[in-house]
């Protein structure tokens, strides 16, 4: 588990968080200011949290994390504020900006089953886990050449994340989330290496990968008597891929599949390239019957220009707003007006990271359709996925 590192200029406040974060059994190290703790960098775990006070005399929160990123420091951030909801939304805009993991934030005064809530849900142990015969103090750190062998020798495997429908409970699909299983180091998580997928010109190759893994699922599932369908994020380089339709639907064709059964994820982010080449085709992939999900709502640009052009049949909530719906009422608003504005252009809605009843059950009395999280079930491989679903 993590150590929590924690800088509050009020030296009682500090300490009190220090002792919320020792009673979940972490270590805790307080700090009274920024310089105390960046005096202190060549001792503090990059991998760990920092809770993060954002206004102080010194260095203010906003520069923390200015000076963060300047550093390559890389711990996850959970904030906490004094101001409004507004000013801690602004300030986890700008840390996500820099590619830092917020995990939560916080209003004075802190909510302390809240922290505790965001410190057990940030689980590293995820990032990294050994197969037997593994080193489990080593950290693999992959290089291009060791991504480039997984796609070679298809070490991508899929788990998956059921989806829930919140008025009658049923289970209406699964999401399907790429995992590399080491022949050495175990299960790696697409933190440790999407990025670099992204950046090498490979996201292509590893998208049909995915696609190949989930429509195998998809038939593994149907022989065994449950038709749900998966969902698959698609990259930027597929949507502007002309030959994707014929692709999918004769892949799907030769496993003698239905195209309901595959539901495919586009980002924003994904679609600020050649827009008129997107639209071209993922309105083809909907004439052929395919369903589309925008993933990630609210995160990225143009959003409602994107839902007036492209024809989408479900509109997926980012986790950011939804794990702080509890305390923040930005987030509820947000919320709120993504379940109305998708009800309005005839979309289906999904709460992604639902980790709570309490949630769960504003999300229905909000009137979402669908929800996934932990609180519901935590991705799995297809064969629990199975077991799962004979259970629920």
């Known amino acids: 588990m993590p150590d929590v590192y924690i800088i509050d200029d009020e030296r009682a406040i500090a300490e009190l968080l220090g002792i919320y974060i020792e009673n979940i059994q972490l270590e805790a190290h307080t700090y009274t200011s920024a310089k105390e703790f960046f005096d202190n960098e060549a001792v503090i775990d990059n991998n760990s949290?920092?809770?993060?006070?954002?206004?102080?005399?010194?260095?203010?929160?906003?520069?923390?994390?200015?000076?963060?990123?300047?550093?390559?420091?890389?711990?996850s951030l959970i904030l906490v504020s004094g101001y409004d909801t507004s000013v801690l939304h602004s300030a986890k805009q700008l840390a996500q900006a820099h590619n830092f993991n917020v995990i939560g934030?916080?209003?004075?005064?802190?909510?302390?089953?809240?922290?505790?809530?965001?410190?057990?849900?940030?689980?590293?142990?995820?990032?990294?886990?050994?197969l037997p015969?593994?080193?489990?103090?080593?950290?693999?750190?992959?290089?291009?050449?060791?991504?480039?062998?997984?796609?070679?020798?298809?070490?991508?495997?899929?788990?998956?994340?059921?989806?829930?429908?919140?008025?009658?409970?049923?289970?209406?699909?699964?999401?399907?989330?790429?995992?590399?299983?080491?022949?050495?180091?175990?299960?790696?998580?697409?933190?440790?290496?999407?990025?670099?997928?992204?950046?090498n010109g490979l996201m292509d190759l590893m998208t049909k990968q995915v696609i190949n893994l989930a429509i195998q699922q998809i038939s593994y599932l149907v022989e065994h008597g449950r038709r749900i369908p998966l969902s698959v994020n698609v990259s930027a380089e597929n949507i502007n891929s002309l030959s994707l339709p014929e692709y999918l639907t004769c892949i799907?064709?030769?496993?003698?599949?239905?195209?309901?059964?595959?539901?495919?994820?586009?980002?924003?982010?994904?679609?600020?390239?050649?827009?008129?080449?997107?639209?071209?085709?993922?309105?083809?992939?909907?004439?052929?019957?395919?369903?589309?999900?925008?993933?990630?709502?609210g995160t990225g640009y143009s959003s409602l220009s994107h839902l007036h052009r492209i024809p989408f049949t479900e509109l997926k909530i980012d986790q950011s707003f939804v794990k702080t719906m509890a305390h923040d009422d930005v987030s509820n608003a947000i919320i709120r007006t993504c379940i109305l504005l998708g009800h309005e252009l005839g979309m289906s809605v999904v709460a992604e990271g639902v980790e709570s009843k309490p949630i769960l059950e504003r999300l229905i009395n909000m009137g979402c359709d669908n929800a996934q999280g932990y609180h519901i079930a935590r991705p799995m491989p297809a064969e629990q996925l199975l077991q799962w679903l004979e259970e629920h």
């Open 133 to 199: 015969g593994a080193s489990s103090d080593q950290v693999f750190i992959p290089q291009l050449d060791d991504i480039k062998l997984a796609l070679e020798q298809e070490q991508l495997v899929l788990h998956f994340q059921p989806q829930i429908n919140l008025e009658t409970g049923e289970v209406i699909g699964a999401e399907a989330l790429v995992r590399w299983l080491h022949p050495q180091h175990g299960l790696i998580f697409p933190d440790k290496f999407i990025a670099m997928i992204e950046n």
């Open 49 to 75: 949290i920092l809770i993060l006070d954002l206004k102080m005399p010194d260095m203010d929160g906003i520069e923390v994390i200015r000076l963060l990123a300047k550093k390559n420091m890389t711990l």
């Open 252 to 297: 799907l064709q030769d496993n003698k599949l239905d195209p309901t059964m595959l539901i495919l994820e586009i980002t924003e982010t994904a679609l600020m390239g050649e827009l008129v080449t997107s639209l071209d085709i993922l309105t083809r992939l909907r004439m052929k019957g395919f369903d589309l999900s925008i993933d990630d709502f």
């Open 105 to 130: 934030s916080l209003v004075k005064p802190i909510d302390r089953l809240a922290l505790e809530q965001f410190v057990l849900s940030h689980t590293p142990s995820e990032v990294h886990i050994s």
